[in-house]
């Protein structure tokens, strides 16, 4: 059974912060590409960023770059989103995601595995 748990959300001012985790388990992490998406209220999940397989390959969204770096460790089976310059639009709640497949996609029904999600606020 395949986990994903995220953590590292939490309340920030606007400039501010924050860098998510998402521990996985349950299956061989560095054969697969992983992503992160955030949902705000009354909105649909929309695509943050993605990291290929073997980390040297990242993909953003236009509302992130330049601001968000995502990463990963495939020892410790972790991936990362450090989040810098945080602004109220970035207020959702993030969910990381694995793909079934090594190259990145920004497409959710290519991702196959879904964590619970993390709360982000941030204030303005």
């Known amino acids: 059974q395949v986990q994903l748990v995220e953590s590292g959300g939490g309340l920030v001012q606007a400039g501010g912060s924050l860098r998510l985790s998402c521990a996985a388990s349950?299956?061989?992490?560095?054969?697969?590409?992983m992503g992160w998406f955030r949902q705000a209220p009354g909105t649909e999940r929309e695509f943050v960023s993605a990291i290929n397989w073997s980390g040297d390959s990242t993909y953003y969204a236009d509302s992130v770059k330049g601001r968000f770096t995502i990463s990963r460790d495939n020892v410790k089976n972790t991936v990362y989103l450090q989040m810098n310059s945080l602004k109220p639009e970035d207020t959702a709640v993030y969910y990381c995601?694995?793909?079934?497949?090594?190259?990145?996609?920004?497409?959710?029904?290519?991702?196959?595995?879904w964590g619970q999600g993390t709360q982000v606020t941030v204030s303005s």
């Open positions: 995601a694995t793909t079934t497949i090594r190259f990145i996609t920004t497409a959710p029904d290519r991702y196959r595995y």
């Open positions: 349950g299956r061989t992490f560095s054969n697969y590409a």
